[in-house]
């Protein structure tokens, strides 16, 4: 049985909006390095999350933005709106103290998400300051981590069941 097969959901219900935010240069995404991030675009990518969010029984938010100010300022407008953040803040990922303060006073569900492996890569990727206020982690799937991200979410939420 597929995984997939193996969940089951209640999509009926309205379960709340998801944010998903990304960090600086994912606007480039199948542009440019397509040997680590491949070659599907951000707006495939939040095509794909969306619809998968959708089956749930969730809407999605998506917003990009190469200034950190503007990505403390998204998670604050999640405050007691959204019911999770999945964020992949791009090399914020290793130093932003801000995006970690602003995600630890946010009160649902974060997922880190990456498309490649940064425990993989440079030492200097190994670090993240984000981990420790996420509630989990999905790095080095590529496009799949999109859909396993909102599965994630649904799983923290009680809005999917793994195991049939
Ligand atoms: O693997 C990931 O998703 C990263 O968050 C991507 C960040 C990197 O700094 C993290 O260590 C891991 C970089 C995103 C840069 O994206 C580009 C996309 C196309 C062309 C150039 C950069």
Do not use: K
Request: aromatic share 6%; hydrophobic share 45%.
């Amino acid at each position: 049985m597929s995984t997939e097969a193996a969940m089951s959901t209640d999509a009926t219900a309205s379960r709340g909006v998801i944010a998903l935010l990304h960090g600086p240069n994912l606007n480039l995404l199948g542009d440019r390095e397509p040997e680590i991030y491949g070659t599907t675009t951000l707006a495939d990518h939040i095509a794909t999350a969306r619809e998968t969010a959708e089956r749930l029984g969730f809407s999605l938010e998506d917003q990009q933005s190469n200034q950190e100010g503007v990505l403390v300022d998204a998670i604050h407008a999640a405050r007691g709106r959204c019911v999770a953040i999945i964020i992949n803040p791009g090399a914020f990922t290793h130093y932003s103290w801000a995006i970690h303060d602003a995600l630890g006073a946010f009160d649902g569900v974060v997922v880190e998400l990456h498309l490649s492996n940064p425990n993989a890569r440079e030492p200097w990727r190994h670090t993240s300051v984000v981990a420790p206020v996420a509630t989990g982690t999905i790095a080095g799937f590529g496009a799949h981590g999109y859909p396993l991200a909102v599965y994630a979410v649904g799983r923290a939420l009680g809005a999917v069941t793994l195991g049939g």
